[in-house]
């Protein structure tokens, strides 16, 4: 009986497993974290939430929002589990991160077609038939050699930074409120910390000062700008925060009736509301510094921090060289890549990619190709990823990936409306055509 190999229990890997196994296909998933962890995962759980935990936007007109849209139409585990699971994030999907992977986790055990196998996998001769390499942005240092010499030298690679994580008792809500932008007081999902200008200046210029993490693989620093380190961001200038993170537009002080300078904005980490993570503040700074100059946020002045900042190197391929749109590398047809490592970047696109993979072996084993158009976000995701492209960088869902209208539209929110109704649109057509195939079920 025919068997997938999939190399990572993440969001690709579970998500390709479970539509592979709905199909009635027969899966082995290799997880290694019981044995070994990456520096940035700490659970034995999958599908573990490593960065923020907010899967963004939830409107249609917002490219996130329009590729979970699509995921969902086509029985997606990962935006099923995000909404069992989600915490309050104003018009953002945010879920309790813990919750999540236990959901996902015991979903993918459950599943009586999908055998779970402890183990690290380093060299991919270790398997046979379909592989999906789905090992994310920290793959193995042994695997990635191996993927290496496959594929010849077209890895590439960034440094990708997560937030701070204080405990909702030590903010000091006499000085914090809580409302969402242009919002009214007490009422909205995120604690919000004012900062004069006397105050930000004083935070920017010990937040240049500070020193980051003493590790030598942070020379010649390749940054993705998804995840910018706040540190690196503050280099472009004085004002770069207050234009972007720490932007105090819609936010005016309740408590005082003034205009903020700046504003640290604070989102729940788990349903509870027992701990927030501190918005658009990823970091490489060393702990002690992390600690010494976010506490001179106003109302984080005694911030107890449940979890620092990381950073950590990133790996992907050049998939523009290497895959087809079906993320299927073109000189071996058995070898899939899903994830942040065939350079999809973000959450849901990650999982998304899963899915491209789950449908696109189960239609060619059914005798049809199938092609995700280019018109919906998920089609456009994997014609980037297999688009050849000098300067190949990770990927976001974005309206600008989509094919694009047959006429000009100045106006954006009009523009982004149309883009998203003619994709809904069109994956109704696949998830119809699909249905005929009985490849959904």
Do not use: W
């Not at 210029?205 to 995840?227: P, S, W």
């Amino acid at each position: 009986m025919l068997e997938v190999n999939i190399i990572g229990a993440g969001l690709a890997g579970c998500e390709c497993a479970y539509i592979l196994a709905k199909n009635n296909i027969k899966v082995k998933l290799y997880e290694m974290k019981k044995i070994k962890k990456s520096e940035a995962h700490k659970s034995d759980n999958f599908a573990e939430l490593v960065c923020s935990n907010s899967l963004k936007s939830n409107l249609l007109t917002n490219a996130c929002g329009l590729l979970k849209y699509e995921m969902c139409k086509l029985g997606s585990l990962f935006v099923e589990a995000a909404h069992k699971t989600q915490v309050p994030a104003g018009q953002a999907l945010a879920v309790d991160r813990e919750k999540f992977s236990e959901y996902i986790t015991e979903v993918i055990k459950k599943n009586k077609n999908i055998t779970v196998i402890d183990k690290e996998i380093k060299n991919l001769d270790e398997l046979s038939g379909i592989i999906v390499i789905a090992t994310g942005p920290l793959t193995s240092k042994d695997l990635l050699n191996d993927i290496l010499k496959k594929v010849g030298n077209e890895s590439l690679y960034f440094y990708d930074a997560a937030a701070p994580i204080v405990e909702a008792d030590s903010i000091d809500m006499n000085i914090a409120y809580i409302m969402d932008r242009y919002g009214k007081e007490n009422e909205g999902d995120y604690i919000n910390l004012p900062m004069n200008k006397v105050e930000y200046l004083s935070f920017y210029k010990e937040l240049l000062n500070a020193r980051v993490a003493n590790r030598h693989e942070f020379d010649n620093l390749v940054l993705f700008e998804g995840c910018m380190p706040i540190e690196e961001m503050a280099k472009r200038g004085e004002k770069t925060l207050v234009f972007g993170p720490l932007k105090p537009v819609g936010l005016d002080n309740p408590k005082t009736g003034e205009k903020n300078y700046a504003v640290v904005q604070l989102r729940a980490e788990n349903e509870e509301k027992t701990m927030y993570n501190l918005v658009g503040f990823q970091t490489s700074l060393a702990f002690p510094e992390q600690k010494r100059v976010f506490s001179m946020i106003p109302g984080l002045q005694n911030a107890v921090f449940a979890r620092y900042g990381v950073m950590h190197k990133n790996s992907y391929i050049n998939g523009g060289k290497l895959l087809n749109k079906n993320f299927e590398m073109r000189e071996n047809e058995n070898i899939y890549f899903a994830g942040q490592i065939s350079g999809v970047e973000g959450y849901v696109e990650s999982a998304a990619s899963g899915m491209i993979v789950a449908y696109s072996i189960i239609s060619k084993l059914k005798g049809k190709a199938l092609e995700f158009p280019d018109t919906t976000m998920l089609g456009s995701l994997a014609k980037y990823v297999s688009t050849e492209n000098k300067n190949f960088q990770p990927m976001n869902a974005n309206f600008g990936i989509l094919k694009a209208l047959d006429e000009k539209i100045k106006d954006k929110k009009e523009k982004y409306k149309i883009l998203s109704d003619r994709a809904i649109k069109d994956i109704d057509n696949l998830k119809e055509e699909l249905d005929k195939r009985g490849v959904i079920t």
